[in-house]
Structure formats: structure tokens, C-alpha cells
């Protein structure tokens, strides 16, 4: 199996635009995670997935930020209107269970000017 | 909030070296992971220790788990250069999902 798949690797976009990150967790897997990475947070869960379904959006930021999951191979987390303070690595990460290991993917670091 | 301390913050270590971090958490849990981040990457999967077991290794990586004082080591032996990462321990803070701490920095010098 490839493992997780993030795209792009690396964004670099203005304030104010739409950014799409976008995830195709291990097939097989039931669970998916969005993190977001930051020297001065650390890494934080923002949303969680189970069988597709959204479990618990709490860590989302603000309503700039949104996350889909059409299907088991493919999710999609959106920030619209972007803004400097969204700079970060955000992590895809794939399980079986719940509370089993979790396979991150390399990550895509957004850079928001 | 991070249910997982990890303690020092960062390590320097000589080639060869064993080094030993920890992780301390707060609430009851039915497993700790450990997982390390080489700069740049996604964070990788290196062990897993149940509620119920005090030891386990894995190649040159040793875990220990004390549920009394709700702390964890990890232990690198005869350290290398390719072990220079961040290291995070992950706790079962809830039903469904896993807490992560602020990690240990490890510098494996030549």
C-alpha cells in the first residue's frame, strides 16, 4: 500500500483565497484524522472521521475552516477566507479503529502571506 | 489540552549513547503510543504499550509503563545518526481519538 496520500505537498497562497488540502487515507481504514502543526500549538486534531461520517469538529478553528468526506478513499479539508495565522504543516492520518495506530501522510505545509 | 507531557523538551546525545525520554499524562488510559518525526515528515508509528503490560522492546527501542504514577519512558540504545527526530507519546484520552504531547527533541550527534 502507498499509505496515506497528501496533495499538495507544499501551498503557498495570499490572504483571503480558498485553499484545498486534500487526503486519500489507506483503503481498508475506517478512521480519518486532520491535524494541524505549529511550532507554538503543536499538533492539534481538528477533525475526526469515522466511516465517513464527521465525529467531532471541535478542534476546527473557526468557520473558515471545513472538512468533507465523500467517501472512504477521499477527504477534503477547505479554509475560506485564508489567513496568515492558518500557516502550519496539516497531517492527514489513517486508522483502523478509533484508538489504533495511526499512519500519517507527509503532510502539506501552507504558507499563507 | 495535551493529555501527554514529554520530558526534557530536547536531548543532545553523542553517537552510540542511549537516550531515555518520558511522558507523563493525567487520566487513566487503555494504551500509549510512542511515535517519532524525522524534520519534514509525518509523524511514524513506533510502539505500542497496553494498560496492562509494563514493558515491551522493539528492536533497539525499549517502553516502559507505570500506571501508578501515569508515566512512560522510551529508550533508544546504542543511538544513531538516523534517530535525530522529535519523539511524541499519544495517550487514549477518549473513545475516539488520541491525545499527542509537545514531543522530545532528540539531536543524535556524529
Known amino acids: 500500500d502507498a499509505g496515506v496520500i497528501q496533495s499538495p505537498r507544499h501551498e503557498v497562497t495570499e490572504m483571503g483565497q480558498e485553499v484545498t488540502l486534500r487526503c486519500k487515507p489507506i483503503?481498508?481504514?475506517?478512521?480519518l484524522f486532520w491535524y494541524r502543526q505549529t511550532m507554538m500549538r503543536g499538533l492539534e486534531l481538528l477533525i475526526y472521521?469515522?466511516?465517513?461520517?464527521?465525529?467531532?469538529d471541535s478542534g476546527m478553528p473557526e468557520d473558515r475552516f471545513s472538512a468533507k468526506m465523500p467517501n472512504a478513499s477521499f477527504s477534503t479539508l477547505k479554509i475560506q477566507p485564508s489567513e496568515p495565522r492558518d500557516s502550519a504543516v496539516y497531517f492527514c492520518?489513517?486508522?483502523?479503529?478509533?484508538?489504533?495506530?495511526?499512519?500519517f501522510g507527509p503532510g502539506t505545509r501552507l504558507t499563507v502571506l | 489540552s495535551q493529555q501527554g507531557e514529554e520530558d526534557p523538551q530536547a536531548l543532545s546525545i553523542q553517537e552510540g549513547e542511549n537516550a531515555t525520554m518520558n511522558c507523563s499524562y493525567k487520566?487513566?488510559?487503555?494504551?500509549l503510543q510512542w511515535y517519532r518525526q524525522n524534520s519534514g515528515r509525518g509523524l511514524v508509528h513506533l510502539i505500542l504499550?497496553?494498560?496492562?503490560?509494563r514493558e515491551k522492546h522493539s528492536g533497539r527501542l525499549r517502553v516502559t509503563l507505570d500506571t501508578s504514577k501515569k508515566s512512560s519512558s522510551l529508550l533508544i540504545t546504542a543511538s544513531r545518526a538516523a534517530d535525530t527526530a522529535s519523539y511524541f507519546c499519544?495517550?487514549?484520552?477518549?473513545?475516539?481519538?488520541?491525545?499527542f504531547g509537545a514531543g522530545t527533541t532528540v539531536t543524535v550527534r556524529a
Open positions: 492520518a489513517s486508522s483502523f479503529g478509533t484508538q489504533d495506530t495511526q499512519y
Open positions: 483503503s481498508g481504514h475506517n478512521s
Open positions: 472521521f469515522n466511516n465517513n461520517v464527521p465525529i467531532d
Open positions: 487520566t487513566s488510559i487503555n494504551n
Open positions: 504499550i497496553r494498560s496492562n503490560e
Open positions: 499519544a495517550t487514549d484520552a477518549s473513545d475516539y481519538k488520541l491525545s
